[in-house]
Each structure stands twice: as C-alpha cells, then as structure tokens.
C-alpha cells in the first residue's frame, strides 16, 4: 500500500492518535543560546530557534518524540513549524534549512521505526510546513493596501525546498498546517503538486486551518466551508483544525467540517486558552473529555494537540477514544461548489 491507502485503512479501523507541540517541549529543556546554536558557526541569537533543535541537539528531540510514541500517537509531526527561508531569515539561518528539514524528519522515522518494530502498530511520519510570518493576502503596511511583502511564487519556491527536504528525510506526508491565510497554503499546494511532479509519485497533502475569531474565519477571511472549497482540489489525504481557541470553542467548526470534507478529518486544538502569562492551564483530563465528544458524535478521524498540550494530553486523549468507531467519510452531494470569502453552490 501507498501511505495514504495505508493511513486510510488504519483510518477505518480505529481513531488515530496524533502527537501534541514540540515548542514548549523544547523550551521546557531550558536550553542556553550556545545550546541553540550549536557548532554551525550562526552569530545571531539563536535562542528560541526551535527548528535548528534538529541539528544541534537532536537527542532532545528524539526523547520529545519517543515520549509522544509512549502517549499512544500514531501520528507524529516533525519539528518544522519555522523550518523555512522567510522564517529562518529572522535568525540568519536560511542556510541551513534543507539540512534541519532532512534531520528532523530522520529523527521521527527512526523512532517510529524503532517503535513498530518492537509492538507493531503501523504509524506515520508528517512532515510540518507552518504558515511562515508573512501573508500575501494581507498588506503589514495599513497604508498601502496593495503593498506585499513577498510574492506568491517567492512563497511557492519556499515551500518547495522545504517539502522536498522533508521527502528526503523520510516524510510519508506533507501536513500544511495553522493556515491562517489561505492564499499561502495555495502556495504550499502549488510547491507539493510540483514536487510530486518532478518526483514522479504521490506526495500526499494534509492541511489543517487555524481561526482566529469565534465567527469561524481564519485571517485572510475564509469560513470553514469556503476554505474547504477553496484547496478540496489538492485531494488532501486530511482536512481539519488546529491551534485556535481550543476543543471546546472549536466543536461547531468541527462539527460543520465533519459533515462536508470527503476525506479524512483531523483536529488538533489548543489546551484552551492562555492565561495573562500565556500559559496553558487546562488539565489533560478536560481536554480529553472535550475532543471525546467530537468522536462520541462521530466526526473525527484523527486526534491530537496543539499549542498547550503536552505528552500527557495526548495520553489522555488515547484513552479517552479507545475503541470508538472512527468517523465515517461522507459522500459529497453533486453540485457545483465555488468560494470567496463565504461558500457558494450551484444546485446539480
């Protein structure tokens, strides 16, 4: 089987689990600057540059992932959130993204490997491409509207270094994730359609929107049902939710998607929300008993978490969905289905 027949079957059969951050993990190591940085000889601070991780410590991440693995995750993301030239530009480290894309990447697949090996429970590789830190929606100047910061091509050819790195390392899929403006994740799918295209096979998409307001839109202005519309062409093998207001804000989002997406469904939410410190209270118990619900009313496919959550979360989202049925993917009705910023059908 391919990897995403093989993810769809085990979709069948049970929930699947996906891990939790590896940010607040990695700072939880309470690494020093010189730990960061490593010997790659980078003069900036390279203090909270969690992506670089993979390269100058990578046992650190090996013990993040295996601790995810011993949760119950079946899915597990790399480490590369910020692993692209815009965001690693911020450290001066644009020159070392295709190495810390193939090492982060290599890490989870040796572990994973490791892992079935020793119990055999099939699980999978995702390799993780953020939104990076700029919009080509949006302008940053408020006084020129038409003002971009970078192309859509610059954005494309961007993303395309980084899924082929991720390809290399090992990846079974490409999980483009906290979309918050839609036109970029376009970008992401134009650079994996290329890839696959010059690689002569399926490179498998998963994409997951983040919202930034209760109506349900993410930044550039998609609602949940337009956003769907707009990348359904891609063929992703996942679409969900993640990051947000956590489970309990996100249920009628999920709900919605749930009912419309011919394919699987992945939601990972944050712990709730931060408080004035921005940290994250809610306890792995709550949130567990929250996305239960979700899987209680059949419209998931695959759990995990977001920002705030922790081994433990994940932990108790595994035991809180043991031996519920998975969601069942709908068949779409026929008609013509086109968005802007809301949906719109036309009636078959």
Known sequence: M?????????????????????????????????????????????????????????????????????????????????????????YGAEGFVREMNIAAARIIREAIDEATARDGVVRFVAGAM??????????????????????????????????????EGGVDFILVETVFDTLNC???????????????????????????????????????????????????????????FGADQLRPHVQLLSGIADTLLMAYPNAGLPNELGE??????????LVKQWAEAGQVNILGGCCGNTPGHVAAMARAVSGMAPRIVPEPSTGMRLAGLEPFTIAA
């Open 130 to 167: 953020g939104p990076t830190n700029k919009t080509l929606s949006l302008s940053p100047n408020v006084e020129d509207p038409g003002f971009r910061e970078v192309t859509f091509d610059e954005v494309k050819d961007v993303y395309r270094e980084q899924a082929g790195a991720l390809v």
């Open 186 to 244: 376009k970008a992401a799918i134009m650079a994996v359609r290329e890839l696959a295209e010059d690689l002569g096979r399926d490179v498998p998409l998963m994409i997951s929107l983040t919202l930034t307001d209760l109506s349900g839109r993410n930044l550039s202005g998609h609602t949940v049902e337009a956003f769907w519309h707009t990348v359904r062409h891609a063929d992703p093998v996942t679409i969900g939710l993640n990051c947000s």
């Open 2 to 90: 391919s990897a995403r027949e093989l993810l769809r079957s085990e979709a069948k059969r049970r929930i699947l689990i996906k891990d939790g951050p590896y940010g607040t993990a990695i700072q939880n190591a309470k690494l020093a600057a010189e730990q960061y940085a490593g010997d790659t000889g980078l003069a900036d601070d390279q203090k909270g540059n969690n992506d670089l991780v993979n390269l100058t410590r990578p046992a650190v991440i090996r013990e993040i992932c295996d601790d995810y693995i011993e949760a119950g995750a079946s899915l597990l993301a790399t480490n590369t959130f910020n692993a692209n030239r815009i965001s690693q530009a911020d």
């Open 280 to 289: 994250y209270d809610e306890a792995p118990e709550t949130t567990a008993s």
